[in-house]
């Protein structure tokens, strides 16, 4: 029974109920892939923030003073 509801997933996603009551849906592979993936990589978002050309003061960082170790 479970292998026919995961055939017709492929063709379009299964509605899972108890007692009437939607609980889940199978997918297809092809569909989960396409619901999850991203719709830009992150350089594409920061790219195309609207603060992208925003530019930031930040402050100087000071130079850490070496430890003694021995070896």
Do not use: H
Not at 16 to 23: H, Q, S, V
Not at 31 to 48: A, D, G, S
Request: proline share 7%.
């Amino acid at each position: 029974m479970f292998s026919k509801v995961v055939k017709a997933a492929e063709a379009s996603p299964q509605t899972i109920t108890i007692r009437g009551k939607e609980t889940a849906v199978i997918l297809s592979i092809n569909e989960y892939n396409r619901l999850t993936r991203p719709k830009q990589t992150l350089y594409e978002f920061i790219q195309n923030s609207p603060l992208c050309d925003l530019e930031l003061e930040l402050p100087g960082r000071f130079p850490e003073k070496m430890r003694d170790i021995s070896l």
